[in-house]
């Protein structure tokens, strides 16, 4: 069987000759290389992981090796890869899009007490009732997404939806999610079809939406699979009669489908490249290494602000091979950066930041190629992610 295994041996600057020769830390990215998934993480995930490295790999006094693996969104290859990286010595796991292979990820990480940070892993019960004290969640989680989206635009009036969801678990979850944030802020469900994974034709789910009068269509799936509904939702001509929204989609995606197409679309994040001078800095360089040249997105935002807080936590004396013990120096320290700024890890591995309510914008808005968003508003980093005495984590039990 055929996948992708690629290392990149990233040897800190400035070490000396006796600290150059202990032995590296192990950083593996593991994600979905050419699949449903590559544009959104893929290679850029592992340029986000180099900058890291380049800009805080000194502060370990150690070198860093980084490996990168396919798991072509088959569980049994990604558990394959895993227990080949745990028995290389590999103490970090990152990215991991694709809930299913991402919760055995996180069983094998804990049972060898190394650590997994999820960017792209998006399934909330990973830090709740499946959570570990060896796993983080950084970027984004279905709650946060589907809640943020489903209050922000039932508020606004729109309180009429139907749900088109990817068959399987991060699909199941955000549709949950968003469905309960509608309910509870008022609004109707009138609806709901799944997709399989991979969908290349979803008229009749379309049609299905286009008769249910509902005011608002979400798409609740990643990937390809987004931009392929969202363009024959288009053809359907549903963007002149709902409003579209799929809290997951990122500039990469609006980009390759135009903004004549997108526009208005809403979706939610916790970073956008243009926010501030800061990130458009990050998002200059990232765009200059990566083949397309594209700016980064959310997900591999996530990944340069998760090692980045991986590496302080082993400065301030966390060893690297007791993954438990350096999630939880993670967890002492704030997690402020210049991607997603203020912000923490909770005691149930949750990572929590602000997260913004975004909206394409249209041709006549836009003043560049990759200026696509415009923020409608934002929520809290304490108000954005579910409470931990809601989440079922039992090692937050009774918090």
């Known amino acids: 069987m055929k996948h992708l295994l690629i290392a990149t041996a990233i040897i800190a600057a400035g070490l000396s000759p006796a600290l150059a020769a202990d032995p590296p830390i192990k950083i593996a990215i593991l994600n979905d290389m050419n699949g449903l998934f590559a544009a959104d993480q893929g290679p850029g995930s592992v340029i986000a992981a180099q900058l890291a490295i380049e800009d805080f790999g000194k502060t370990v006094n150690r070198p860093i090796e980084i490996l990168s693996g396919d798991h072509q969104n088959k569980p049994d290859i990604g558990s394959s890869l895993t227990r080949q990286w745990l028995d290389q010595g590999v103490q970090l796991i990152m990215d991991v899009p694709n809930s299913a292979i991402a919760f055995d990820v996180s069983t094998q990480v804990a049972a060898r007490n190394k650590l997994f940070i999820g960017s792209g892993a998006g399934s909330s019960e990973i830090t709740g009732a499946r959570c570990s004290p060896n796993t983080i969640q950084w970027t984004y989680d279905t709650w946060s997404l589907g809640h943020s989206l489903g209050k922000a635009m039932v508020d606004q009036g729109d309180k009429k939806w139907f749900v088109l969801a990817a068959d399987y678990a991060f699909g199941w979850d955000l549709q949950a999610q968003t469905s309960d944030a509608v309910t509870r802020a008022g609004g109707q469900v009138l609806g709901a079809v799944r997709a399989p994974l991979g969908t290349p034709d979803f008229s009749s789910f379309l049609i299905q939406a286009q008769a249910s009068n509902a005011q608002v269509l979400l798409l609740a799936n990643p990937g390809q699979d987004t931009l392929n509904s969202l363009k024959q939702a288009a053809e359907f001509g549903l963007n002149k009669t709902m409003k579209l929204a799929n809290p997951t989609v990122n500039p990469g ?111 006549a808005e836009s003043k560049g190629e990759w200026d696509v968003f415009k923020t409608m508003g934002s929520v809290p980093a304490d108000q954005a992610y579910r409470p931990m005495s809601e989440g079922g984590c039992p090692m937050v039990a009774g918090k």
């Open 253 to 363: 995606q609006v980009h390759a489908m135009g903004l004549p197409e997108s526009a208005g679309l809403y979706a939610v994040s916790a970073f956008y490249w243009d926010m501030n001078d800061q990130t458009r800095a990050f998002a200059k360089r990232f765009a200059e290494r990566h083949v397309r040249h594209w700016p980064p997105n959310d997900m591999q935002a996530g990944i340069y602000s998760g090692i980045q807080h991986y590496l302080k936590a082993i400065a301030a004396g966390a060893n690297p091979d007791d993954g438990k013990a350096v999630a939880e120096k993670m967890k002492s320290i704030p997690t402020d950066d210049v991607i997603f700024g203020h912000g923490a890890v909770r005691a149930d591995g949750r990572t929590i930041h602000t997260v913004y309510l975004f909206q394409v914008k249209t041709p």
